[in-house]
């Protein structure tokens, strides 16, 4: 018995010694030990769990993977700096005329770009050589553009867009871009300069520049969400809204003597920032980004500069008034420190005077021809529209009633264009020419022989309905006082024109003695024809009109008649002496001609 529980202890203790250290090894064998005896001796219940070996399960190796390397950001693009270098670097605001063009086509052609719609081109044609990319797709298309000291000659249908995009370029790093002045592409039109037409040609990529990125990207911002109108906006159109919005900010960019000089905007909420320091003055903008503001300068040039600079910083609202203050002041707008008007009356008439040719008038068979050739003469027809229905016009002819000529100088081409006027008869085109003159124009005649009845007589072709709306072309700008002056003039022509026949004339003379008569006739004129006789009778030729004015009557309000050969010379001193506002004048209708054809007498006359 002792035996036995010796043998079962043995038995237990090998047993714990191979759990303890089951990883030792023994040359000697183990016997199995007899199961139903270890079963009578353990004392945990038959049903517990029995763990199984876990086997130890090696660890794969793990892959480094390459970090691919992160692109850096975009740097921010430095618009103080690009902007402050095009505007010091400015030569007269970077415009060129379109005989400076002309010229440099012949001896050292510049790039030329085109930034209207295809549309535009294939309806009006382009400057021969230009390459087209329409506005907003311009930073987009850099590829296409020369090298950065490149001249570049930018242009659009009347000067706005290109200035945007001469902004653009600059801001980019071109270094030499200029935007067409006078109404760019219209203005090359009207200057008689030539034009392709056709197929529009392909683009070419250079790829002679590479602008900064960021600065690409900014630009490609700003002209993406150019706004439609291309931030223009009229005088009428800001008056309207100054009332309706006195929140409005007004920017004027003009130099501190222009401002002085000619005054300005009168608003409350009126900054000055010239353009030259529109960057150093950057604090002094608005600082809401969505804040309505209209820029303006002297014309409409620089503010639309102005107004694309602020466009690239952020600025949601801007416009630019079209017409500057020159086009606010001259409409009558409500202005400050507006100067005197100092228009020299004399000297724009006598500059006139001196300078006619046949007393600037054109017969019906040379304008015929002169409508032939290329370019032809501005046709001016100042007859009322119901007439133009009631009776046609001549083809390619604008029309401004002759009241409102002064009114629509925008529609009006350059000073030394030839212009044509005529009217019913050929009183009113002479009334016209006149004002034309004294405003600048160079080279106005009348159209004589009856005008557009004569026209019709003679056979020549006549267009039915109306003329087209006319182009407006801000090829000129007059002085605004002679402007100012020639409206007070033509807004307060009579009715009649001023027209007195034979008949009436002679009636006056007998029944008012007060009467000034004025002959304008040459000296030779009058001692081989004979004179009207009146008691009060001068001789004033109108060649010397304005240097013997001290000829005419001292009361403005003195009815005066004054006569030539024909009415034509007597009708343009009858305007110069209502633009001096002598107000009750006539002039006679047939001129002394007339009088003795109606059975009048005439007097011999008797030098002083």
Known sequence: MKTYKYWVLFLILGLLLVACGGNATTDEPVAEPDNTAVEEVVDEPADAPVEEPVEAVAEEPVEEVAEEPMEEPMAEADLDGAFTTFLTGMERYNTMSVDALSEMMVEAPPFILDVREPSELQEKGWIEGAVNIPLREVADNLQYLPSFDTPIVSYCGSGWRCTIALTALEAMGWENVSGLTGGSFGAWLEAGYPIAEGEIPELVALDAAAPDPAMVAAMQEMLHNVPDGYGVMTADDLSVALVENPDI???????????????????????????????????????????????????????????????????????????????????????????????????????????????????????????????????????????????????????????????????????????????????????????????????????????????????????????????????????????????????????????????????????????????????EELEEKGVIEAENWVHVPLESFVAMKDQWPTDLDTPIVVYCGSGHRSTIAMSILWAYGYSDVHSLKGGFGGWVEAGYPAAEFAAP
């Open 249 to 523: 900010i007004l920017i004027d960019v003009r130099r501190a003597e222009e401002v002085e000089e000619n005054g300005h905007v009168d608003h409350p909420n009126l900054l000055y920032i010239p353009l030259e320091q529109f960057i150093e003055m950057s604090a002094d903008w608005p600082a809401d980004l969505d804040a309505p503001i209209v820029t303006y300068c002297g014309s409409g040039h620089r503010s639309t500069i102005a107004m694309s600079i602020l466009w690239s910083y952020g600025y949601t609202d801007v416009h630019s008034l079209k017409g500057g203050f020159g086009g606010w002041a001259s409409g009558g707008f409500p202005s400050v420190g507006l100067p005197e008007p100092a228009f020299d009356m004399d000297a724009a008439f006598t500059v006139f005077l001196d300078g006619m040719e046949g007393y600037n008038t054109i017969g019906l068979d040379e304008l015929n021809l002169q409508l032939a050739e290329d370019p032809p003469p501005f046709l001016l027809d100042v007859r009322e529209p119901s007439e133009i229905e009631e009776k046609g016009y001549i083809e390619g002819a604008v029309n401004i009633p002759l009241r409102e000529v002064a009114d629509h100088i925008d529609l009006l081409p350059s000073f030394d264009t030839p212009i044509v006027s005529y009217c019913g008869s050929g009183w009113r085109c002479t009334i016209a020419l006149t004002a034309l003159e004294a405003m600048g124009w160079e080279n106005v005649r009348g159209l004589t022989g009856g005008s557009f009845g004569a026209w019709v007589e003679a056979g020549y072709p006549v267009a039915e309905g109306l003329p087209l709306e006319p182009m407006v072309l801000e090829v000129a700008q007059p002085d605004p006082a002679a402007v100012a002056a020639m409206q007070e003039m033509l807004h307060n022509v009579p009715d009649g024109y001023g027209v007195i026949i034979a008949d009436d004339l002679n009636v006056a003379l007998l029944e008012n003695p007060d009467l000034f008569v004025i002959d304008v006739r040459r000296l």
